[in-house]
C-alpha cells in the first residue's frame, strides 16, 4: 500500500514557474523500488501523461508537451517526488496527480500502468 499526497498547486499567471511535490508513505518496501509518475486532467479531457521516473532509472521520461519546461526529479531517502515546471501556459492548467507503482516498467505513461494515486493538487495558469 502506498499513499500518495500532493501539494504546491495554485494559480499563476503565464510564463510564471511552479514546483509540485508529492509525499509518499509506503508498506516497508523500499521506495526506490518504485515507479513514480505525474499526470495531469483538464476540465473535459482524459487524464494524461506528463513525466515519469522508472524504478532503478533515475532519467526522467516526459511527454512532447512540457519536455524542455518541467524538470521531474525524486529523493528517495526523503521519499518524496517533484515536479518543476517553469514557463506554465494556460494549456497546462488542470489537476496534477502523482502516481505509483511496484518495480521498474517498460510501461509507464498510461493510467492503467499505476496502481496507486494521489488526490490531487490544482494547478490554474492564466493567460
Known amino acids: 500500500q502506498v499513499l500518495l499526497v500532493e501539494s504546491g498547486g495554485g494559480l499563476v499567471q503565464a510564463g510564471d514557474p511552479l514546483r509540485l511535490s508529492c509525499a509518499a508513505s509506503?508498506?516497508?518496501?523500499?521506495?526506490?523500488?518504485?515507479?513514480m509518475g505525474w499526470f495531469r486532467e483538464a476540465p473535459e479531457k482524459e487524464r494524461e501523461f506528463v513525466a515519469a521516473?522508472?524504478?532503478?532509472?533515475?532519467?526522467?521520461h516526459y511527454a512532447n508537451s512540457v519536455k524542455g519546461r518541467f524538470t521531474m526529479s525524486r529523493d528517495n531517502a526523503k521519499k518524496m517526488v517533484y515536479l518543476q515546471m517553469n514557463s506554465l501556459k494556460p494549456e497546462d492548467t488542470g489537476v496534477y496527480y502523482c502516481?505509483?507503482?511496484?518495480?521498474?516498467?517498460?510501461?509507464?505513461?498510461?493510467?492503467?500502468?499505476?496502481?496507486?494515486w494521489g488526490q490531487g493538487t490544482q494547478v490554474t495558469v492564466s493567460s
Open positions: 502516481a505509483a507503482r511496484f518495480g521498474p516498467t517498460a510501461q509507464f505513461m498510461g493510467v492503467h500502468d499505476y496502481g496507486y
Open positions: 509506503e508498506d516497508g518496501r523500499i521506495f526506490g523500488a518504485y515507479t
Open positions: 521516473i522508472v524504478a532503478g532509472d533515475y532519467i526522467p
